[in-house]
């Protein structure tokens, strides 16, 4: 495993991962096959080691977006 890839990885690097109007299967084995966790919601992937959210419409890649507090409001316990 390339560690020195997922300590020096950016919301940059995962844009060349998963290029715009990418497939959601497309995305997932790029994100195993370089070991970065993430967590799979269909049409939304979470990576928290960059803190991202991968954002998809229609099974492809519309946008990834830093995860911001504006979002901690989805992951709250209610």
Known sequence: MNTNFLSAATPVQLAQLCPPNSSVATCLNQLRHAHISH??????????????????????????????SRHSGLFADN
């Open 39 to 68: 967590l799979n919601l269909g049409n939304l992937i979470i990576c928290p080691d960059f803190n991202c959210l991968i954002i998809f419409k229609e099974k492809l890649l519309i946008r990834i977006e830093t995860l911001t």
